[in-house]
């Protein structure tokens, strides 16, 4: 399996054949480099401009599934959404946000979209056992970076992949990595490119934060 952060909540999962994106930004509306690709299966967790670039991740044959719950299948890859919500008044001020599970070659990855609340213990029994963690963490808009760190303990990850954060050029105003850096416990690696391979044989058996350049 391969995956690839392309900023933002931007991430190419590549698995059995296919191309999965979630959450595709344009670029150039958030300061950054626009990633393009022709992706299988377009996953969106929400209706925000920074997340719903579809253009930028579909084609011509794209199945593409817009915040939508429940559990459909693609390929060999299981799918489930979670409906969460954009803030922590019950989606009172940003409305709603999915979190997508995506289960293939014996790894469970969770991409939690625009998470604005921490989980309860009836959220983390459905979710089950996660594999590879994508968090939100720069704060004003989602969960903060302290908030990101209760969750990953809950959850027990096995890799997590931080998101949706302030990153050089970037246009939006949100914290930025340092911020979780600082208060991290778990074992931490930096990999030099944007794309990790990853299979369930070499992945690590303690949480490790994982941080993409």
């Known amino acids: ?32 480099e626009s990633c393009r690709v022709e992706a299988d299966l377009v996953l969106v967790t929400h209706n925000h401009y ?12 794209s199945i593409i599934v817009k915040w939508r719950p429940g559990s459909f299948k693609v ?13 922590n008044l019950g989606g009172r001020l940003r409305g709603e ?7 293939a070659e014996k790894l469970k990855i969770l991409h939690l979209g625009d998470l604005g609340h921490t989980l309860n213990n009836k ?13 939100p963490v720069g704060g004003v808009y989602t969960i903060n970076y302290k908030e990101a760190w209760t969750i990953i303990g809950q959850v027990n990850p096995k890799i997590a992949i931080p998101m949706h954060y302030w990153t050089p050029k970037a246009l939006t105003p949100l914290d930025p990595l340092d911020k979780l850096l ?4 778990a074992q931490k690696m930096k990999i030099e490119k944007d794309t990790l391979e990853v299979n369930a044989d070499n992945i690590p058996e303690k949480t490790t934060l994982l941080i993409i350049p």
Do not use: Q
Request: proline share 2%; aromatic share 8%.
């Open 1 to 32: 399996m391969r995956l690839k952060w392309c900023r933002h909540s931007y991430f190419i999962v590549e698995t059995r054949g296919l191309k999965i994106a979630i959450d595709p930004h344009d670029g150039g509306s958030i300061g950054l």
């Open 50 to 61: 920074d997340h719903n670039a579809i253009e930028m991740a579909a084609g011509p044959k």
């Open 75 to 87: 390929g060999e890859v299981n799918v489930k959404g979670f409906k969460y919500y954009h803030d």
């Open 97 to 103: 946000t999915i979190a997508y599970k995506l289960e």
């Open 123 to 135: 959220d983390l029994e459905e979710l089950g056992e996660i594999d590879i963690l994508m968090i």
């Open 182 to 185: 600082n208060i991290v416990e």
